[in-house]
């Protein structure tokens, strides 16, 4: 789209920063939003939210850079190979960044909160 020209040589500086800084090991980079959009445009020329599937990058933390995990119908409008659930992405970002995914935390009024509920860490995603 429009901002692609303006996001990537920034995505790509912030890379190249890291790296040459020697802080790419210790950062984990999370590139997405916070839903998927519809394969296809609507009628008034946008997209609509899209729960069913969705695409990010995600870089550092002995994050394995250089591949594709899972896949979308030609279409985009499901999942065809190797679905990561929500939790399954938190699963694996608490393993780049060293925190326990099962801890749990007790709110203020006693309620027990777990750090992410669910999933399993993506192992292809480590080198």
Not at 41 to 46: D, P, S
Not at 97 to 115: A, C, T, W
Request: glycine share 12%.
């Amino acid at each position: 789209g429009e901002l692609t020209a303006e996001v990537d040589p920034a995505y790509a500086t912030l890379m190249t920063d890291l790296k040459q800084r020697g802080l790419l090991d210790s950062t984990v980079v999370v590139w997405m939003g916070e839903f998927g959009r519809t394969p296809q445009i609507t009628a008034r020329g946008g997209r609509n939210h899209y729960p069913r599937a969705f695409n990010l990058a995600l870089a550092g933390g002995g994050i394995k850079g250089g591949q594709v995990i899972g896949s979308t119908t030609d279409d985009g409008t499901a999942i065809q190979d190797r679905p990561v659930s929500v939790p399954d992405l938190l699963c694996s970002l608490c393993h780049a960044l060293d925190v326990n995914p099962r801890h749990e935390h007790i709110s203020p009024l006693g309620r027990p909160m777990k750090v992410v509920d669910g999933g399993e860490v993506v192992t292809e995603l480590f080198a």
